[in-house]
């Protein structure tokens, strides 16, 4: 069945530092991907998608791009703030089965951003 | 859009008691996820409705826990009776087909 591993966590940067934390996949047709975000006591937020191969997702200074070959949505910022402190979790959406818009996460990996 | 409605926000319950979920989907969402979060487990997702049928319900982890959708706008999820491992947070969760849309949760506490 479809997976998502993510790197495990938990991630500690100073603030201004550079972010890239690992995902990838397995999954047969060609999956939408997902990053969500969870700040605390909150609900999950989609940060940014990607829907095929060789696409780049962007939103709020992250970025991921789907590498269809590496089976991989590598989640990267260039200079992090103690704001984006959170739980950060990819996801995908086998859109080519009957999956109707269920998504397989990934663990989940915890951001803290210092000062 | 309001977005996906849950309630209530907490919810602190005896054990042997009996619990019940609520959440709105956002309109026009064909699509209904019952997620469950704990520290040790993660996210896990209990049960989803298509177009108000469930669909897969191999995530509910026992009999102790039902969920209905009787129309397009409203789902439960119910456990009775509540134990103290069923703690956690709980998250619907709605979608069109592409990305899902969570609620801000309802945070369990049996005791």
């Known amino acids: 069945g479809d997976s998502v591993t993510q790197m495990e966590g938990p991630v500690t940067l100073s603030e201004e530092a550079f972010l890239t934390i690992n995902c990838t996949y397995t999954a047969t047709g060609y999956p939408s991907l997902f990053w969500y975000v969870q700040y605390p006591g909150e609900g999950l937020q989609l940060l940014l998608k990607?829907?095929?191969?060789?696409d780049k997702g962007s939103n709020k200074g992250f970025e991921a791009t789907y590498r269809k070959e590496t089976t991989s949505f590598h989640l990267e910022k260039g200079s992090v703030q103690v704001s984006d402190s959170a739980v950060y979790f990819c996801?995908?959406?086998?859109?080519?089965?009957?999956?109707?818009?269920?998504?397989?996460f990934g663990q989940g990996t915890i951001l803290t951003v210092h000062p | 859009d309001a977005g996906v409605i849950q309630s209530p926000r907490h919810e602190v319950t005896e054990m042997g008691q009996e619990v019940t979920l609520r959440c709105k989907p956002i309109?026009?969402?064909?699509?209904l996820f019952w997620y469950r979060q704990t520290m040790m487990r993660g996210l896990e997702l209990l049960i989803y409705f298509n177009n108000n049928v469930p669909i897969d319900d191999s995530g509910m982890p026992e009999d102790r826990f039902s969920a209905k959708m009787p129309n397009a706008s409203f789902s439960t999820l119910k456990i009775q009776p509540s134990e103290p491992r069923d703690s956690a947070v709980y998250f619907c969760?709605?979608?069109?087909?592409?990305?899902?849309?969570f609620g801000q949760g309802t945070r369990l506490t049996v005791v």
């Open positions: 969760a709605s979608s069109l087909g592409g990305e899902a849309f």
């Open positions: 309109s026009g969402h064909n699509s």
């Open positions: 996801a995908l959406n086998n859109a080519g089965g009957t999956s109707y818009g269920k998504l397989t």
């Open positions: 990607a829907t095929k191969a060789d």
